[in-house]
């Protein structure tokens, strides 16, 4: 057989040579540069490493056309330029003990040479102190004084003029200049000391100007309005949140720190786009962060829904390796579990305060510091009795709460009440109550259902998932006909059952008997109770179910013995309910994160009616 070993191609073995250089940079910059906007994430990291207090960035065509960033940082000295644009050439680390405690955006020396090799750059910088500014030509190589004030601009147009297969990819420009506004938003979240400005085709696009620094909450908060709308700062607390130093561990970096704001369950989205997450002031795209974040809101937010936040963690840096990825986005914990428990831990701890207390503007929900229970529930000891309201049976709502509420006769200092004094009840669905800003408008099942959710965690964390729920026999076992897989469901699952505080046991081959109920539960609808908790166990494997679920599991029993819509309630009981929601964690939403309650102020109401114009 003939083997034609002049085409490379054909040949079963083809000799070793290097790459050239551009060929290198070209296969680099795949990595690095996708899009326009990859371009601009690199420039903006260099200004800002460069020290840049103003940063502004000029796109045409969505920045295929041309990407400038300029700033008014430290510069390069003209004899320096030239080595700007070399592979691997860095003034940012020079060591691997440098790498491994790496303080600035860029490292790898990686960045400017990769765009050069795929597009047309040039490099205009000065030194303060210095007479002139240079321009340096990427494509020759060329270096020439120019007029500029200190700092550094670099421009790159026709990207991928040379790899114009890559140039394909690209959508509208429309498109790319989303990509590269992101990309901004991005950096500006995580230095609201620095100002920032986009244009596009000449004109003004973003501004968003200097306010502080990142850890002085006046400036992060003003960033944060900025940059993602007054809305996600009003509807977003605050995060703050330190782990403390582990004694008698010297190697261990003692703190990591946790904070920013994080949306509130109602301000969840669809998409996963209002997330940003900075691991050291870098914007990183991490799997234990947003599993941490997203499960310190598996109580409040049930389904697809995706929370909004901006968290900052801060850690020793040699707990981090952010030389993961090429493009940096993602990096390595070295103890990934310490870090998912400080963000699950100070995400859930800032939705958990109670924020009835400051309704104080029209949308109360958003209010910042918690309001101690104490603050709110301070009505004297008296217990108090209800009166029937359907006259046969004792008030489903007095068994369930365990805070007496206040004496109805005794003027009421309704100011003193963030819920307010209740008024009446509406279409047997809402609670109308008036506090000193206006009207409140209560959901009475979705409250009574978080009340209820929290009290059962409380006590399932009692008793530390080994003992039982408190639970109460009925004096006559409530029988229901049951499917076969129920049925069966009950038999292979009595110990479980048990443990949520239900007694179900075959009566007959068809039939099931409920004998014992939760205590919180007692006077909800037995039948129903079980029906649900045994669907719920049927979806989950037996044995794990309680561990895995049991937060699940307990919701779905609030929500079966929590009140009813159509329940007529007294103004005792409304009043009872307003209280206790002042008194419990969460209680701004139900458990399925819909909120419980919404304030009209007297302000809105006069708006309404045009009253004071
Ligand atoms: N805007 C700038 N201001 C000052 N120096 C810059 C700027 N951009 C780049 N440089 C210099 O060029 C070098 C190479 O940049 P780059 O290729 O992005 O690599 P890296 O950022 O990883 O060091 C940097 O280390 C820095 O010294
Ligand atoms: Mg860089």
């Known amino acids: 057989m003939n083997i034609d070993t002049t085409s490379p191609v054909n040949s079963p073995r083809r000799p070793i040579r290097e790459l050239p250089d551009t060929l290198i940079s070209q296969i680099a910059a795949g990595e690095v540069v996708e899009r326009p906007a990859s371009v601009v994430r690199e420039l903006v990291d260099n200004a800002l490493d460069a020290g840049a207090s103003q940063i502004t960035v000029r796109l045409l065509a969505g920045g295929v056309r041309l990407i400038s960033v300029e700033d008014d940082g430290a510069g390069i000295l003209p004899e320096e330029l030239p080595m700007a644009l070399k592979r691997h050439a860095t003034s940012k680390i020079g060591s691997l003990a440098d790498l491994e405690s790496v303080g600035t955006m860029g490292f790898r020396g990686?960045?400017?040479?990769?765009?050069?090799?795929?597009?047309?750059?040039?490099?205009?910088?000065?030194?303060?102190?210095?007479?002139?500014?240079?321009l340096l030509e990427g494509q020759t190589g060329e270096i020439s004084p120019v007029a500029r004030s200190t700092g550094t601009t670099v421009e790159v147009k026709e990207l991928f003029f040379s790899t114009p297969?890559?140039?394909?990819?690209?959508?509208?420009?429309?498109?790319?200049?989303?990509?590269?506004?992101?990309?901004?938003?991005?950096?500006?979240?995580?230095?609201?000391?620095?100002?920032?400005?986009?244009?596009h085709e000449g004109k003004p696009v973003e501004q968003w100007r200097r306010c502080g620094a990142l850890d002085h909450l006046p400036a992060l908060e003003q960033r944060l309005a900025d940059v993602l709308g007054s809305d996600f700062v009003e509807r977003s607390v605050w995060v703050d949140f330190s782990t403390?130093?582990?004694?008698?561990?010297?190697?261990?970096?003692?703190v990591i720190k946790v904070w920013g704001r994080a949306g509130i369950p109602d301000a969840a989205r669809a998409r996963s786009d209002q997330q940003f997450c900075y691991v050291n002031g870098r914007f990183v795209r991490d799997k234990v962060i947003s599993h941490a974040a997203r499960s310190a809101y598996e109580d409040v937010l049930h389904g697809q829904r995706q929370p909004v936040y901006a968290l900052y963690i801060t850690l020793d840096p040699t707990r981090v390796d952010v030389n993961v990825h090429p493009t940096k986005i993602e990096v390595r914990f070295r103890d990934s579990r310490e870090v998912h428990q400080a963000v699950r831990h100070a995400v859930e701890s800032a939705l958990a305060a109670p924020r009835a207390g400051h309704a104080t503007q029209d949308n109360a929900a958003v209010v910042d510091k918690p309001v101690a229970p104490a603050q709110v529930s301070d009505w004297g000891q008296s217990a108090m009795r209800f009166p029937d309201p359907v006259g046969h049976r004792v008030s489903d709502m007095e068994a369930l709460w365990t805070v007496p509420p206040p004496p109805i006769a005794a003027p009421q200092p309704a100011h003193d009440w963030p819920l307010g004094r209740a008024l009446a009840q509406l279409k047997g669905v809402y609670i109308l109550a008036e506090n000193a800003q206006g009207l409140v408008i209560v959901d009475m099942h979705a409250a009574h259902e978080r009340i209820v959710y929290e009290r059962l965690k409380a006590q399932w964390s009692q008793t530390q998932g080994t003992a039982s729920l408190p639970s109460q026999p009925l004096l006559i076992p409530a029988t229901f006909a049951a499917t076969t897989f129920e049925v069966a469901t009950a038999e292979a699952n009595a110990a479980t059952l048990h443990l949520l505080g239900l007694d179900v046991t075959p009566f007959s081959e068809k039939t099931l008997a409920v004998r014992a109920v939760p205590s919180t539960l007692a006077q909800g609808d037995a039948v129903e109770l079980a029906r649900s908790v045994l669907a719920e166990l049927c979806r989950h494997e037996a044995s794990t179910v309680v561990q895995r679920a049991h937060n699940e599991l307990l919701g779905t029993m609030a929500c079966h013995g929590a009140v009813r819509a159509n329940r007529q309630l007294t103004l005792e009981e409304m009043n009872a309910l307003l209280r206790q929601m002042e008194a419990t964690e969460r209680s701004d939403q139900c458990n399925h994160g819909r909120p419980t309650w919404r304030p009209i102020s007297l302000r809105a109401l006069d708006t309404l009616f045009m009253r004071g114009r």
């Open 165 to 199: 297969a890559r140039r394909k990819f690209l959508k509208t420009d429309a498109t790319e200049l989303a990509h590269c506004v992101e990309a901004v938003r991005r950096h500006a979240l995580a230095r609201p000391d620095v100002g920032f400005a986009i244009w």
């Open 110 to 134: 990686e960045a400017l040479a990769a765009i050069n090799a795929i597009a047309d750059c040039a490099l205009l910088s000065r030194v303060s102190g210095q007479a002139h500014a240079y």
């Open 244 to 254: 403390s130093a582990t004694p008698g561990r010297p190697d261990y970096a003692p």
